[in-house]
């Protein structure tokens, strides 16, 4: 098993704790934020239509995770990336709601399978992210 | 409100979204005694809230700031398939499938309640 993999809620070392924590998650929220909102006004969503801003930000989001719980815990890095940007560059509020909404316009399947995409190809995205970090990388030991 | 505006009022609300996940979260976790509860304690509500501002009808700068921003951010994807996998890793499969069950689930059951109570308000929109 590798290391660092359960350390999610482990105190380490240089963490801001507070305030300093509370502007480290709001910062990383933000700019979560900001892109998820560029993806959704750049790729609108029509009725009856594949939620595709959504999905590219919660795919994204789970992949850098992936790799960041992958990586040593400490400093800003967590509650900045981690809680903040990658929590905030994903969402589930979204999700059942586009998904009533699909079923709504005429297309239920089309809902039920956005539903399950999101949720498998999310975990095999943190699947993916996890394994990238934690290959060894060349010229190190 | 639109332009530089309402892309600094959607990062603004957030960040705030993403203080009251971890603050809410860390609080529902300590009592249920385990991060993904916290988690999806967030979700679920979120679903819930999200659900209700979609069946009143609210469009615009209001449902860019609050829906896209405050509770798009409120909610994580990522954080509950990180604990699901940890879940799995750790050998509670069982724990993991129901995560998932209860968090897809749960927030299908949460957005369709939120929507069909807030459709139903005097003042919601068609």
Redesign the interface.
């Known amino acids: 098993?590798t290391a660092g993999?359960?350390r999610?809620?482990v105190p380490a070392a240089g963490v801001p704790r507070g305030a300093r924590?509370?502007v480290a998650?709001?910062?990383?929220?933000?700019?979560?934020?900001?892109v998820?909102?560029a993806l959704?006004q750049g790729v609108p969503s029509s009725p009856g239509a594949w939620p595709w801003a959504t999905l590219a930000a919660?795919l994204a989001?789970?992949l850098?995770?992936?790799a960041l719980?992958a990586l040593p815990a400490g400093g800003w890095r967590r509650?900045l990336v981690?809680?903040?940007f990658?929590?905030?560059?994903?969402?589930?509020?979204?999700?059942?709601?586009e998904?009533?909404?699909l079923a709504r316009d005429g297309a239920p399947a089309l809902a039920v399978l956005y539903?399950a995409t999101?949720?498998a190809a999310?975990?095999a995205c943190?699947?993916l992210g996890?394994r990238v970090a934690a290959r060894p990388r060349p010229g190190s030991a | 409100m639109s332009g530089p505006l309402l892309w600094a009022a959607v990062a603004g609300a957030g960040g705030f979204g993403a203080i009251a996940r971890v603050l809410v979260g860390g609080a529902i976790a300590r009592r249920g005694g385990a991060p993904h509860l916290g988690t999806l304690g967030v979700n679920l509500l979120a679903a819930l809230l999200a659900g209700a501002v979609a069946g009143a009808g609210v469009a615009g700068a209001g449902r860019w700031v609050v829906a896209v921003g405050l509770l798009g951010s409120f909610s994580t994807l990522s954080t509950a398939l990180a604990e699901t996998r940890a879940l799995a890793l750790a050998g509670r499969r069982g724990a993991a499938a129901g995560l998932v069950a209860a968090t897809l689930v749960g927030g299908l059951a949460a957005a369709g309640l939120g929507w069909a109570v807030s459709a139903r308000l005097p003042g919601a929109l068609p």
């Open positions: 098993m993999r359960h999610l809620r924590l509370l998650v709001w910062l990383g929220g933000a700019a979560g934020t900001t998820r909102f959704a919660n989001g789970c850098v995770l992936g719980l509650p981690g809680a903040g990658c929590g905030a560059l994903t969402t589930f509020s979204a999700l059942p709601v998904s009533i909404a539903a999101s949720v999310g975990l943190v699947e996890a």
